[in-house]
């Protein structure tokens, strides 16, 4: 008689919520660690594509997260000239935020090229992440594009 093998593949919000898979091997249960991914794209691209209206583009050579069709997140890979040898995410910010963000952490957050001058604020995606932090900033950035967004459409029905 044949031995089945019962697995099912699980959601992203299990593998992140810690949730164990069961595998049934000659009907013995055995624990396995939970699947979470190694690539930092795929929590990133969850995460922003949760907003509303969140859209993702390639452009430049890399995954953009855009709301309402403007840019509030880009990532850049370990692999090209953005990443610089490292994972990281680049994030629509106020000035301000930067500035007080990267201060306070300076070993996670960098100003990140071409855009940092405009208060765009670099998180690296190496060593645990700090994941909620990266959504608060997220949040953040799709604020500011909505607010731009709408800032735009009211001048333009008046």
């Not at 952490?105 to 765009?120: A, I, L």
Request: glycine content about 6%.
């Amino acid at each position: 008689m044949q031995q089945r093998t019962h697995s099912r593949q699980l959601t992203l919000r299990e593998q992140y919520s810690g949730r164990v898979r069961l595998t049934t091997e000659s009907s013995s249960p055995s624990f396995r660690r939970p699947v979470v991914p190694t690539d930092p794209l795929i929590r990133l691209r969850e995460l922003c594509l949760a907003f509303p209206e969140a859209t993702e583009k390639e452009a430049w050579g890399a995954p953009t997260f855009r709301a309402k069709g403007r840019l509030f997140a880009m990532y850049a890979s370990a692999d090209t000239h953005h990443g610089g040898g490292r994972p990281a995410v680049w994030i629509k910010a106020m000035p301000a935020n930067q500035v007080l963000v990267i201060e306070d952490n300076p070993e996670r957050y960098f100003k990140p090229p071409y855009v940092g001058p405009g208060g765009w604020i670099g998180v690296w995606l190496d060593k645990r992440p700090p994941w909620s932090a990266i959504h608060s900033l997220l949040e953040d950035g799709v604020r500011q594009v909505a607010r731009v967004t709408k800032a735009r459409s009211n001048r333009q029905s008046h």
